[in-house]
């Protein structure tokens, strides 16, 4: 959806007859390279490798986020990209865009059934194309102190109002603790509250781009935030930090909304508080509605450059819907697998071990997913997230001008894309 003519970045691409990625060794067998961060993904990959001589795969292991992205785009503009890559859902847009990964439509047909349309509208970009297969992901849950709510008389919210209201209740009980932060300096959890309200970023309109992130949700949901912020109902610190790690291990925050891989950030973040915290459903905007979003998550993309399409297709296929190899995902790469018939499983029958007083875990989990609400991502997610991180961060420090930084966070967004020669639209 680029004006032919600036699509600089596809014209210099070469063509897949001379690209390079892997070839057949001296062995006979088909040689592919697979760029992964997860941790342990080499032993799963071994799996196959035992059981196809034929075809063998090389995991590579790669740092995650928008490095990786520009490590495989520069790559592939070298002709050099590897067979396979781990690519979160939201970095597809921009690889596709940049003709990295490969349309895989015929290659494997038959599979969208195994995952649900939420999540497979994500690798398909609303398209007939399929450009790569979903392997986890991460909707939104709440996660709290079970023992502080218990000794606070606390409730867990089921409305985003009875979340204010237990908010300015433990403050009320003790006023140096907080239920939970806004942090500015990671958009993905906003971008997850967002598509719970109903927001879609990015949208395709036939040859056109649409950016809807200053748009009725959106504001609804930087307006929510704002009221904690300004009345001082919520921490107003980033997370990850010393600070964020010792207020949660400390139970000067009680409560945080994050993706279902939460557990083991948290035992590092907070390890004196095992054995206390459980996951609910997150809040919802209309009683009794069952609708969450997502932060995190990933996908295998073949790409253009792979020499062996249709072998790299079948192993990224069996990666993400074998029974043997999800084990192995969930086990070994502590991942929650976006094929549903994993996700009620024998791997996921007991909680993580941060969780285990929660046993009901992953049932709770596989609830709230059926309500994840459908993501929409563009071809400069990073813009966007960047432009979130510079006017909101300047909000929360004021407590002030949420809807101001939304607003600039959309234009910020459009002029990259009007720049870089996108047909697109707001």
Same mark, same amino acid.
């Given at each position: 959806?680029?004006?032919?003519?600036?699509? /600089?970045?596809?014209? !210099?691409?070469?063509?897949?007859?001379?690209?390079?990625?892997?070839? @057949?060794? %001296?062995?006979?067998?088909?040689? &592919?390279?697979?760029?992964?961060?997860?941790?342990?993904?080499?032993?799963?990959?071994?799996?196959?490798?035992?059981? $196809?001589?034929?075809?063998?795969?090389?995991?590579?292991?790669?740092?995650?986020? %928008?490095?990786?992205?520009?490590?495989?785009? /520069?790559?592939?503009?070298?002709?050099?990209?590897?067979?396979?890559?781990?690519?979160?859902?939201?970095?597809?847009?921009? &690889?596709?865009?940049?003709?990295?990964? @490969?349309?895989?439509?015929?290659?494997?047909?038959?599979?969208? %059934?195994? +995952?649900?349309?939420?999540?497979?509208?994500?690798?398909?970009?609303?398209?007939?194309?399929?450009?790569?297969?979903?392997?986890?992901?991460?909707?939104?849950?709440?996660?709290?102190?079970?023992?502080?709510?218990?000794?606070?008389?606390?409730?867990?919210?089921?409305?985003?109002?009875? +979340?204010?209201?237990?908010?300015?209740?433990?403050?009320?009980?003790?006023?140096?603790?907080? &239920?939970?932060?806004?942090?500015? #300096?990671?958009?993905?959890?906003?971008?997850?509250?967002?598509?719970?309200?109903?927001?879609?970023?990015?949208?395709?309109?036939?040859?056109?781009?649409?950016?809807?992130?200053?748009?009725?949700?959106?504001?609804?949901?930087?307006? +929510?935030?704002?009221?904690?912020?300004?009345?001082?109902?919520?921490?107003?610190?980033?997370?990850?930090?010393?600070?964020?790690?010792?207020?949660?291990?400390?139970?000067?925050?009680?409560?945080?909304?994050?993706?279902?891989?939460?557990?083991? !950030?948290?035992?590092?973040?907070?390890?004196? /508080?095992?054995?206390?915290?459980?996951?609910?459903?997150?809040?919802?905007?209309?009683?009794?509605?069952?609708?969450?979003?997502?932060?995190?998550?990933?996908?295998?993309?073949?790409?253009?450059?792979?020499?062996?399409?249709?072998?790299?297709?079948?192993?990224?296929?069996? &990666? $993400?819907?074998?029974?043997?190899?999800?084990?192995?995902?969930?086990?070994?790469?502590?991942?929650?697998?976006?094929?549903?018939?994993?996700?009620?499983? =024998?791997?996921?029958?007991?909680?993580?071990?941060?969780?285990?007083?929660?046993?009901?875990?992953?049932? /709770?989990?596989?609830?709230?997913?059926?309500?994840?609400?459908?993501?929409?991502?563009?071809?400069?997610?990073?813009?966007?997230?960047?432009?979130?991180? #510079?006017?909101?961060?300047?909000?929360?420090?004021?407590?002030?001008?949420?809807?101001?930084?939304?607003? =600039?966070?959309?234009?910020?967004?459009?002029?990259?894309?009007?720049?870089?020669? +996108?047909?697109?639209?707001?």
């Amino acid at each position: 959806m680029r004006h032919r003519a600036t699509a /600089t970045c596809v014209a !210099t691409l070469l063509t897949a007859a001379a690209l390079g990625g892997c070839g @057949a060794a %001296d062995d006979g067998a088909v040689h &592919l390279t697979y760029w992964a961060w997860a941790p342990g993904m080499e032993e799963v990959v071994e799996l196959w490798n035992e059981a $196809n001589p034929d075809v063998q795969v090389t995991v590579k292991k790669q740092a995650s986020g %928008d490095e990786l992205v520009t490590k495989t785009v /520069t790559a592939a503009q070298a002709g050099t990209a590897p067979d396979l890559v781990q690519a979160e859902y939201q970095a597809l847009p921009t &690889l596709a865009s940049n003709n990295v990964t @490969a349309d895989i439509s015929a290659e494997v047909a038959g599979v969208e %059934d195994a +995952f649900t349309p939420a999540v497979w509208q994500q690798v398909t970009l609303g398209t007939d194309a399929v450009y790569a297969l979903p392997q986890d992901s991460g909707p939104l849950l709440f996660f709290y102190r079970a023992d502080l709510f218990e000794e606070f008389g606390l409730s867990v919210p089921e409305t985003w109002d009875e +979340f204010a209201d237990t908010a300015r209740a433990l403050r009320e009980i003790d006023p140096d603790r907080r &239920l939970t932060t806004f942090s500015a #300096n990671d958009a993905g959890l906003f971008a997850g509250l967002a598509q719970q309200a109903g927001a879609q970023w990015w949208t395709t309109e036939t040859d056109r781009w649409r950016v809807a992130i200053d748009d009725a949700a959106g504001r609804r949901v930087s307006a +929510f935030w704002e009221e904690l912020v300004a009345e001082e109902l919520v921490d107003n610190q980033p997370m990850y930090t010393p600070a964020w790690n010792q207020a949660l291990n400390e139970g000067r925050q009680i409560a945080w909304i994050s993706g279902v891989w939460a557990p083991g !950030t948290l035992a590092t973040a907070a390890p004196d /508080t095992e054995g206390t915290w459980e996951a609910a459903p997150l809040p919802q905007w209309e009683p009794g509605a069952n609708v969450t979003g997502s932060w995190g998550g990933s996908t295998t993309a073949v790409t253009t450059d792979s020499e062996h399409r249709a072998e790299a297709a079948e192993f990224a296929v069996w &990666l $993400n819907t074998d029974p043997e190899a999800l084990t192995a995902l969930v086990q070994t790469c502590g991942i929650y697998p976006a094929a549903t018939a994993a996700q009620t499983g =024998e791997a996921l029958a007991e909680p993580p071990p941060f969780l285990a007083n929660q046993p009901a875990f992953y049932e /709770t989990v596989a609830e709230v997913a059926e309500g994840a609400a459908p993501a929409a991502w563009g071809p400069n997610v990073t813009v966007a997230y960047s432009a979130f991180n #510079n006017a909101f961060g300047a909000a929360a420090g004021r407590r002030a001008g949420f809807e101001e930084a939304l607003a =600039e966070m959309q234009q910020t967004t459009f002029d990259d894309m009007d720049r870089l020669g +996108f047909e697109v639209v707001q």
